[in-house]
């Protein structure tokens, strides 16, 4: 089956760093990938859509500027936190759909938990 | 606007028992729904997908269920065990706008006590 990864898969920074973050998919090529983040004991949130050699498309309230997207390549995504702080903290997910087929389903990574200090 | 809500928000059942799982979404123009499960700090296993088209789909001890016109899903849930114990979210994708990005609920927390 497809198989979304993510690198780190734990990051701890301190306050005013920048974290990348990795989403990349290994047997497939996905035209589309999504970045999702989640707040304890909320429901996963979309922040942006990104599209192969396009910029990302943001979901209202999230900065671009602080949340840069690059999805350079069909098979990898990445999201750059920049000038971290605590309240950035929190669990961020990627998805990716495959576009070599018609079906709708995203396949998820495992996910990355950002802790800032 | 999309909404999805899923009751009740946590569960707590004996080993053993079935169980059943809803999700409500407001807009009943979907094109398909999904079921997920998240463990503790862990990324989203999709459990069933079920078209508009579907009824209802299963999966082993899973079965999901779809109906559009009331807007509602169910997930059912056979012989639980204590390695069902997860978060259960549901989510449909939302194309207003965009690109089939998901709604989800906020989930189910299950608890299968041995």
């Known amino acids: 089956g497809a198989v979304v990864s993510q690198h780190p898969s734990r990051v701890i920074c301190k306050s005013g760093t920048s974290v990348k973050i990795e989403c990349r998919s290994l047997?497939?090529?996905?035209?589309?990938m999504f970045w999702y983040r989640q707040f304890p004991k909320q429901s996963l949130m979309l922040m942006a859509t990104s599209n192969e050699g396009s910029k990302a498309t943001y979901e209202q309230g999230v900065e671009k500027d602080k949340f840069l997207i690059n999805h350079a390549s069909l098979t990898l995504s990445t999201l750059t936190v920049t000038s971290a702080h605590p309240e950035d903290s929190s669990f961020y997910i990627c998805?990716?759909?495959?576009?070599?087929?018609?079906?709708?389903?995203?396949?998820f990574g495992p996910g990355t938990r950002l802790t800032v200090l | 606007k999309q909404e999805v809500t899923q009751i009740p928000a946590a569960l707590s059942v004996p080993e053993g028992e079935n169980l059943v799982l809803n999700c409500s979404f407001t807009d009943s123009a979907i094109y398909n729904l999904q079921w997920f499960r998240q463990d503790p700090g862990k990324g989203l296993t999709s459990l069933l997908l079920?078209?508009?088209?579907?009824r209802e789909q299963t999966s082993g001890r899973l079965n999901a269920s779809l109906d559009k016109s009331s807007g509602r899903s169910t997930l059912y849930i056979a012989a639980s065990q204590p390695g069902d114990s997860a978060t259960y979210l549901c989510?449909?994708?939302?194309?207003?706008?965009?690109?089939?990005?998901?709604?989800f609920g906020k989930g189910t927390k299950l608890s299968v006590k041995p």
């Open positions: 047997d497939f090529q996905a035209t589309t």
């Open positions: 079920i078209q508009s088209s579907q």
């Open positions: 989510a449909v994708p939302f194309y207003g706008g965009s690109q089939g990005n998901l709604i």
């Open positions: 998805s990716a759909r495959d576009g070599g087929t018609r079906t709708d389903t995203q396949y």
